[in-house]
C-alpha cells in the first residue's frame, strides 16, 4: 500500500516537472488504515515529496471495508484530512451501509459504482439508485462521481441525476503515465 502512495506521489512530481498539476487517487485497503502509525506514515511520504500539495492526493476506500470499524477509520480519515489529503468512499451502494455510517464518516466524495452506471436503460431499478444516491450526496456536501461511464447516454443521465464527475472509459481507457501529457494536449 505504501509503495503505491509513493508511486503515486512520485508522478505527481513528475507530472509537475512538466507543467502539469494532476490530483491522483489511490486505492486504500481498510487494514493499511488501520496499521499503527497510518497517519504518520502518509505524513512522512508527503514530506519527501514537498512539491505535491496534499489536497492534490485522495485516498479512496471501499464502502464495505470502511465500515468494518468505524470508528477507528474515520478517525484515521479525519486525521488525514487535518494534513490536506482527501477520502472518497468507492462503490457505493455495493455493500450494506447504513446512511448513518455515511453521515459519520468524513469523505468528501462519493462514488458510484459502475454497476449501477452499466445497468442504466437496462435494469430499471438502476437509474432510480443513481438518482437516489446523487442526491444523497449532494444533500451531504459531497462531490458525485459516477463510475464506468461508456456512453453519451449514460454520460447525459448521471449528469442529468446530479453527478458532477465521471470516469470511464468514455473519458479514456486506462493509459500510461507518460501518455497523460499528450492526452491532455489532444484529447480528440
Excluded at 496534499?54 to 494534513?83: H, K, R, Y
Excluded at 464518516?105 to 452506471?117: A, M, N
Excluded at 486506462?174 to 501529457?181: H, Q
Aim: with cysteine; charged share 20%.
Amino acid at each position: 500500500g505504501e509503495w503505491v502512495i509513493e508511486s503515486a506521489l512520485t508522478q505527481m512530481e513528475i507530472w509537475q516537472a512538466a507543467g502539469l498539476a494532476l490530483p491522483i487517487s489511490v486505492n486504500v485497503g481498510a487494514r493499511q488504515l488501520q496499521q499503527a502509525g497510518f497517519v504518520e506514515r502518509l505524513r512522512a511520504l508527503l514530506g519527501a515529496h514537498p512539491k505535491v500539495r496534499p489536497s492534490d492526493l485522495e485516498l479512496e476506500v471501499l464502502e464495505t471495508s470502511a465500515l468494518q470499524d468505524l470508528v477507528q477509520i474515520s478517525s484515521v480519515i479525519a486525521a488525514c484530512g487535518e494534513i490536506g489529503v482527501s477520502f472518497a468512499l468507492d462503490d457505493f451502494g455495493t455493500g450494506y451501509s447504513s446512511l448513518a455510517y455515511l453521515k459519520r464518516l468524513p469523505v468528501t466524495r462519493l462514488k458510484i459504482d459502475q454497476s449501477f452506471v452499466q445497468n442504466l436503460g437496462v435494469k430499471e431499478d438502476a437509474a432510480a439508485i443513481v438518482e437516489c444516491v446523487a442526491r444523497l450526496g449532494r444533500a451531504l456536501g459531497l462531490v458525485v462521481t459516477a463510475e464506468g461511464v461508456e456512453t453519451t447516454a449514460q454520460h447525459r443521465f448521471v449528469r442529468a441525476a446530479g453527478c458532477q464527475q465521471i470516469q470511464g472509459y468514455m473519458l479514456s481507457k486506462p493509459i500510461l503515465p507518460a501518455e497523460i501529457s499528450e492526452l491532455l494536449r489532444n484529447p480528440g
